[in-house]
């Protein structure tokens, strides 16, 4: 089945700063990658995602690259706030009727005022 | 709209009862997914159900059950439960499928004694 790595586990940054987040994937068939954030005692939210037949999708400070060839994607975030401290989970999962979502590990990401 | 709700909040049992957890998903949703997430294994997928079906199964014994009812409200149940149940039990609800937009629950934490 998909395996999905995460790295890093922890990301601490200066508030200002860009923090990238990085996931690979076994599943050559995956194409669909969703981004989420948990903030603490909080429920997962979706931030963004992106689809195999795209690049790169923005979002204001938010940013996501897939690059199929290598099997990874990746989340940026720029000029990053205190209130983007969260951890952040990547997945994938093949399109269609049957499919099982498979999630990278999470990446806490603190980011300091 | 109401976003999904999630009864109850938390819950403690001890092994070897059983326990079932109930999703109210957005109101027009029509999959509701589940989800265990752990310190140790983060976020895996459980199951999904789409109009009344299951559609989709993850790699979890058969003591994990679930169904969802015409209103597209879902319960899960778990039988026999281990020390190693104890979990933050979410459910999402979408549209159409994981590959849409999934709204998250606050979850239902449940520890095993």
């Known amino acids: 089945g998909e395996n999905v790595e995460q790295h890093p586990s922890t990301l601490s940054v200066q508030e200002g700063d860009s923090a990238v987040i990085k996931c690979t994937y076994s599943?050559?068939?995956?194409?669909?990658f969703p981004w989420y954030k948990q903030e603490l005692g909080k429920r997962p939210q979706l931030i963004i995602d992106?689809?195999?037949?795209?690049g790169e999708k923005k979002d204001q400070r938010i940013a996501v690259t897939l690059n199929k060839t290598a099997k990874h994607f990746s989340l940026h975030i720029t000029e990053t706030q205190p209130e983007d401290s969260a951890v952040y989970f990547c997945a994938a999962s093949i399109s269609g009727g049957s499919y099982i979502p498979t999630f990278g590990r999470g990446t806490s990401l603190i980011v300091h005022p | 709209k109401a976003g999904v709700t999630q009864t109850p909040r938390y819950l403690i049992k001890t092994r070897g009862q059983q326990v079932t957890l109930s999703c109210s998903p957005i109101s027009g949703h029509r999959s509701v997914s589940w989800y265990q997430q752990t310190p140790g294994q983060g976020l895996q997928f459980l199951f999904e159900y789409f109009s009344e079906t299951q559609r989709n199964k993850g790699n979890f014994p058969g003591r994990f059950s679930g169904r969802q009812f015409s209103n597209s409200r879902s319960e899960m149940n778990v039988s026999t439960l281990e020390l190693g149940d104890s979990a933050l039990y979410l459910c999402?609800?979408?549209?159409?499928?994981?590959?849409?937009?999934?709204?998250f629950g606050p979850g239902t934490r449940l520890l095993v004694l």
């Open positions: 999402a609800s979408s549209s159409s499928g994981f590959q849409e937009t999934q709204y």
């Open positions: 599943d050559s068939a995956s194409n669909y």
């Open positions: 992106i689809r195999s037949n795209v």
